[in-house]
């Protein structure tokens, strides 16, 4: 019996006793006095245990069945659910095998079947919290996860999320390679579906930032003067697009990002198991059709400001051009140019004042295509077909082997000499006969 209980049984007993009336006895127990009057006749019949519920040790009602807790414990037992937490569980019962149990339910099944093990939360590093964008697209953080998502079951592959800090909205996908060309498919993306963000708020790896080379032995001054570094593809097509590039000075800066990796870690994992995906398209396509709209619909909020601060792209805004690797060369005096170790000749209709010694731009485009541009203007190229340097050997022509040269030693001296008496000898006289 608890403590309140046993405060219900002094008042009762009291009411009994008409110390009290039993007006007085339901304004301290907070009930009817129609109620106080069913226990007082509760405890004339049964004594102290009127006040304890009559439903106390007894099963639910609605409790499952030992077959069926043997049945999902079963289901939850096999290779492809290990590691799933309650929440997740139950969700897949629930989706794919039409069982519908509660999560807390569920977690004491888990804990009594040791598939699961319960552990209290601790308090973590404590940092400064920061309110969120109040509008859509005002900042979106972007980022990418080396985890091992396809456990072994195919290549290994990345995932590049972009999440809006004011919505949580995500837009996420699978890469074979965390490069630049990967990152600004992304970019494109994004660009086409939502339109260009106020800026992207990203750390500071060598493809947004391009890092400043210092000897090992010397450290940077804090206020050392030095010329600007140039941009990285990446800073460069951000600035022709007009998007603000933000970095990130720690990891918990970019906290959002970085916990909806976590959530991806033990979701998105587990759900490729589940759907047996081993390919990169095959995890792409779950990301899209079962991950991206579970997040939208569950995680994702309501913007303080209903406003949408993305940006529609312009027609003075050449998307292909600005999201490509661009490179610099020079024009030769014969209106060549060489990139990538090829010779390209510069058509000649498209010959412009100005042009010989000119730098031009070359853009290698996402779509594999280069093109070059002066100034405003795109020329025509074509490749140019040159001669090897090195003449290959003839087919069928033996070659003579090389003669071998065998070094002229001198002859030795007289093996009945000495080392102190050879070195005695004196080479002036050279009818001399050497004497012991």
Known sequence: MSQKERD?????????????????????????????????????????????????????????????????????????????????????????????????????????????????????????????????????????????????????IYLIHMIDDATSELTPRFVEHDSTEENLRLVKHYLETHGRPIAFYTDKASLFQTAPKIARDQKPLLHEAREPLPPTQIGRALRELNVTWIPAHSPQAKGRVERSFLTAQDRLVKGLRVAGACTLEQANRYLEEEFVPWWNQHLKVIPHNPTDAHRPLDPTHDLPASLSVVETRQVTKDYTLRFDGHLYQIAREHIRAGLRGANVRIESRLDGSMHVRFEQHYLSVSLCQTQPKVAEPLQGVPRRPARSVVPHWPEPADPGLTVWQAAAIDRSRTRDTLKD
């Open 8 to 156: 219900r049984l002094v008042v009762l007993k009291q009411a009994q006793k008409r110390q009290i009336t039993q007006a007085e006895a339901a304004g301290q127990l907070g009930c009817t006095e129609r109620h106080v009057r069913r226990l007082l006749t509760k405890l004339k019949r049964v004594g102290d245990k009127a006040v304890v519920h009559g439903l106390r040790g007894r099963a639910s009602n609605r409790k499952r069945s030992a077959q069926e807790r043997d049945k999902i414990v079963g289901i939850l037992s096999q290779k492809i659910y290990h590691g799933f937490g309650p929440t997740l569980a139950a969700e897949y019962l629930t989706k794919k095998h039409k069982i519908r149990i509660g999560r807390e339910a569920l977690r004491r099944l888990m804990i009594e079947a040791k598939l699961w093990m319960g552990r209290r939360r601790r308090v973590g590093e404590v940092h400064v919290w920061r309110e969120r964008r109040h509008s859509r697209g005002e900042l979106v953080q972007w980022d990418t996860s080396t985890h091992d998502w396809l456990e072994g079951r195919g290549p290994t």
